[in-house]
């Protein structure tokens, strides 16, 4: 069973006022961060989708443009898909690159519900509340590549088919619940 990783990095960020997804912290941009969770969790390949500003070249990730970012994260994450999907993963964790402190054992916890329920959506819960990342199955994940560019994530997220297939794993992360997208939103991020 093998999971690929998607993270998503094509936006403008204009809330934070620089990209994001080029923000250091601990010595590494945030992009950096979220590959390297997700490869220590086991995710193969990983491919981070940019966008509105070109990230610069790694040899362990794979680097995808969304030509349409401007068309909203729907088409970035139909870009990452394209790109995983050839490889017959059984899942795809998807990652957005606001959430670089997301804990590995977070992730850890998301592979392994997959492991134990592969036809299932896979996310985190803090509480009572659903978080991020999202691990899909690979069918799901190919319904989201099927969408039209007018639908939405939630199209295929709230179908009845889809609805029922859902297992939320508890963990103790704030982070599935905080996007970092403004600079005051950075003193969330822990020192270490």
Same mark, same amino acid.
């Given at each position: 069973?093998?999971?690929?990783?998607?993270? *998503?990095?094509?936006?403008?960020?204009?809330?934070?006022?620089?990209?994001?997804?080029?923000?250091?912290?601990?010595? %590494?941009?945030?992009?950096? /961060?979220?590959?390297?969770?997700?490869?220590?969790?086991?995710? $193969?390949?990983?491919?981070?989708?940019?966008?509105?500003?070109?990230?610069?070249?790694?040899?362990?990730?794979?680097?995808?443009?969304?030509?349409?970012?401007?068309?909203?994260?729907? $088409?970035?994450?139909?870009?990452? *898909?394209?790109?995983? *999907?050839?490889?017959?993963?059984?899942?795809? *964790?998807?990652?957005?690159? #606001?959430?670089?402190?997301?804990?590995?054992?977070?992730?850890?916890?998301?592979?392994?519900? /997959?492991?134990? /329920?592969?036809?299932?959506?896979?996310?985190?819960?803090?509480?009572?509340?659903?978080? /991020?990342?999202?691990?899909?199955?690979?069918?799901?994940?190919?319904?989201?590549?099927?969408?039209?560019?007018?639908?939405?994530? %939630?199209?295929?997220?709230?179908?009845?088919?889809?609805?029922?297939?859902?297992? %939320?794993?508890?963990? #103790?992360?704030?982070?599935?619940?905080?996007?970092?997208?403004?600079?005051?939103?950075?003193?969330?991020?822990?020192? %270490?």
């Amino acid at each position: 069973m093998t999971v690929a990783a998607v993270i *998503l990095a094509a936006g403008a960020s204009t809330r934070m006022g620089r990209p994001k997804a080029l923000i250091e912290w601990q010595g %590494r941009p945030f992009f950096m /961060h979220c590959a390297q969770r997700a490869a220590a969790a086991g995710c $193969s390949p990983r491919v981070v989708v940019w966008g509105a500003t070109a990230l610069p070249e790694r040899s362990d990730v794979v680097l995808v443009e969304n030509p349409r970012w401007q068309d909203g994260p729907l $088409s970035s994450l139909q870009r990452g *898909l394209e790109a995983v *999907l050839p490889g017959e993963p059984s899942g795809v *964790l998807v990652m957005t690159v #606001d959430r670089p402190h997301v804990r590995p054992p977070t992730l850890e916890a998301l592979l392994e519900a /997959h492991a134990k /329920h592969p036809e299932v959506l896979v996310q985190p819960r803090l509480g009572e509340t659903s978080g /991020h990342p999202l691990l899909y199955p690979v069918g799901i994940a190919a319904q989201l590549l099927a969408l039209e560019p007018t639908g939405t994530v %939630r199209t295929v997220l709230h179908s009845p088919q889809v609805r029922g297939r859902r297992v %939320r794993v508890a963990v #103790d992360d704030p982070a599935v619940l905080d996007n970092l997208d403004s600079p005051g939103a950075l003193a969330r991020l822990p020192s %270490r």
